[in-house]
């Protein structure tokens, strides 16, 4: 059984950067393709990030283009998503989210049938 845990949220001033954690356990954690997604109060969850199972491809939602990195760590069984810069508007439970096969990049939330239980991200203006 695949299992996800997140770390790292919590409360920052705008302007400042956090980084997220995800660690995976199950399956061999090359096999998957991992994505990134969010949710703010009263909101679908939204896609963020997406990368592939070698890390050799990475995909942005545009309202985080520049600003966030999706990075990989096959060795440690971990995904992780660097924020900078971050506004106010990018509160929200942040979530991870992994599926197969690994080649892909997949940016819509029925593309993934494995979740973390979220971590929550503030950010005060």
């Known amino acids: 059984q695949v299992q996800l845990v997140e770390f790292g949220g919590g409360l920052v001033q705008a302007g400042g950067s956090l980084r997220l954690f995800c660690v995976v356990s199950g399956r061999p954690f090359s096999h998957y393709a991992m994505g990134w997604f969010r949710q703010a109060p009263g909101k679908e969850r939204v896609f963020v990030a997406a990368?592939?199972?070698?890390?050799?491809?990475?995909y942005y939602a545009d309202h985080v283009k520049g600003r966030f990195t999706i990075s990989r760590d096959n060795a440690k069984n971990t995904v992780d998503l660097q924020m900078n810069s971050l506004k106010p508007e990018d509160t929200a439970v942040y979530y991870c989210?992994?599926?197969?096969?690994?080649?892909?990049?997949?940016?819509?939330?029925?593309?993934?049938?494995?979740w973390g239980q979220g971590t929550q991200v503030t950010v005060s203006s």
């Open positions: 989210a992994a599926d197969l096969p690994p080649y892909g990049i997949y940016t819509s939330r029925s593309s993934y049938n494995y």
């Open positions: 990368i592939r199972g070698s890390g050799s491809s990475t």
